[in-house]
């Protein structure tokens, strides 16, 4: 629809022909009606006729009496008919053909509802929709708030675990460093006393004159200077421990030092079992001159040292 041509109903098709048959129909039934009708009100001519002969015959005898016949029952009088009652042919009603103005406006009124209806169900579609919307969100937003809760209290309990392994890793370490600290001292003390009798033993041999300690100097006795050139050696000593090592085994050097901190010689005194780590310790004692002096401010003649393959 256009705003120059103006809205038309459209007829509806077979029009003409619906009525041409609708009048057809009812002039046959008119006809009948009429017929019949005046067949039934018209009544018969009767039409009497008497025959007359010129010719003179002799009279006939008389006839004899007849006998007597039985009167007749008197047939019953048949009932009229009813008349058939008269059928009025149905009206055909044309509605009136609504006026343009009218139609164009009742057509938007109806557009106007529909849209109205249609704007109202699509409402309502976003309305649930975004109801659903709004659930589906507040439930996820718990089901995070569970998860969330729930990681925090796995990962409070995780570093509490944490802590306390770390207390107990430091506490058995210290325990550990305590005890191989106590066992260097005890071994250093040991290897040194094995050394004063090693000397002892060579000055009796030497008839006691005592060249052999002059010549080779004085040992160092101080637990901190050997500890400090343990560390040292340790330091520069490179060796791959298996994991499958069973224990861990010490290897135990006798080191003789020059006055000026350079290293005179070395024995092996006990060997950990492992060669390799026994020429890595070597090596390192080697890597490890010049030493430094002791707290008297010389160095030393000469020190023990134990090193194991898990404490480097």
Sequence with gaps: MT??????????????RALLLAALVHLLLLGLLWFGIRWQNETPVAVEAEVWN?????????????????????????????????VEPPRVVTPPAPKPDIALEQEKKRKEAQKRAEQD??????????????????????????KRQRASAQAAEAAEAAKRRKLEDDKRKL???????ERDEAEARAADQRHQENLKRLQAQAGGSGDAPKAQG??????SYVQRVGAKIKSNTTFNVAESLAGNPAVE?????????????????????LPGFDEAVARAIERSQPYPPDRSGAVPGGFTVLHRPKDQ
């Design 3 to 16: 705003e120059v041509v103006p809205y038309k109903i459209p007829q509806e098709p077979g029009r003409w």
């Design 54 to 86: 010129t010719q003179v015959k002799e009279a006939a005898p008389a006839p004899a009496p007849p006998a007597p016949v039985a009167e007749p029952k008197p047939e019953p009088k048949p009932e009229p008919k009813p008349e058939p009652k008269r």
């Design 121 to 146: 169900r699509q409402e309502k579609l976003a309305e649930r929709k975004r109801q659903e919307q709004l659930a589906e969100r507040k439930r996820q937003e718990k089901l995070e708030e569970q």
């Design 175 to 181: 325990a550990e460093k305590q005890k191989q600290k």
């Design 218 to 223: 004085p040992r160092s006795t101080d637990p």
């Design 253 to 273: 050097y006798d080191v003789q030092l020059l006055p000026d901190g350079s290293l005179r010689g070395m024995r092996k005194l006990r060997s950990s079992g």
